[in-house]
């Protein structure tokens, strides 16, 4: 009977956490995601990117501040959902029913434990995936001559020059916008299609019209040979 009724406890204010801390975090990450979107418009009609797009890049970004709201939706929700249970005067009816105040922070702890299992799965599949797919779509979408391939991955061509990335995403700096590539791969061929220069690098940043490559092996093929170098940073091209 004992054991019953304290289920009833854990239903009745788990509901009610539920409740409060979803209605918030609907209300955070709304807000926050609003504010991306409308930031996002100022982008809207460079190179390929539009209001769509501006969109979906928002909506992709959605399951990261998710994961980054919930605890400020949890803090605030767990509270609000108390205050309700508290103005319905059901927080009373289970206190005179001799249920401690330990017993009902309990619930609410489970409540939130079980909800906290569900948001680190989220914050370790959809939300790096989503990002990765929102900055690789802005990426592609905002720059010329830039193609996005399965998988994420980001292939650009300047002339003769063609540049592979794994990942990237833009920043704003006091400086300007700065463009971020990891996993960077720069294939460079002469006039007659024959491949000239391969640098690999462990990341590029493009700022103020200039490349610079990071963990760079660079090889430089000739007829017979090939002569490669290493460099910690590079200015490109």
């Known amino acids: 009977m004992i054991g019953w009724r304290f289920k009833r406890v854990d239903r009745l204010v788990g509901i009610s956490v539920l409740a409060a801390v979803g209605l918030t975090w609907f209300v955070l990450v709304g807000f926050d995601a609003f504010t991306i979107f409308v930031g996002e418009l100022n982008d809207v009609g460079r190179g390929s990117y539009t209001l769509a ?18 605890g400020y939706a949890a803090l605030i929700g767990g509270l609000a959902g108390l205050g309700a249970l508290a103005g319905t005067g059901e927080l009373t009816a289970l206190r005179a029913a001799g249920m401690s105040k330990l017993r009902i922070c309990a619930s609410v702890a489970l409540t939130l434990v079980l909800l906290t299992g569900l948001v680190v799965a989220l914050g370790e599949t959809l939300a790096p995936l989503g990002e990765q797919s929102a900055r690789a779509l802005a990426l592609a979408a905002k720059s010329k001559d830039v193609s996005l391939a399965k998988g994420g991955s980001i292939w650009a061509r300047d002339g ?27 294939f460079e061929f002469d006039d007659d299609g024959r491949l000239t220069t391969l640098s690999v690098a462990a990341r590029a940043e493009h700022s103020g019209g200039q490349w610079t490559l990071y963990d760079l092996r660079r090889t430089v093929f000739a007829e017979a040979s090939a002569t490669s170098t290493e460099s910690a940073e590079m200015q490109w091209p």
């Open 160 to 186: 003769n020059t063609f540049i592979n990335a794994g990942s990237g995403r833009t920043r704003q700096t006091a400086s300007g916008e700065v463009v971020d590539l990891s996993r960077v791969r720069v």
């Open 53 to 70: 797009k501006a969109a979906s890049y928002t909506l992709l970004t959605v399951p990261r501040r998710l994961y980054e709201m919930f």
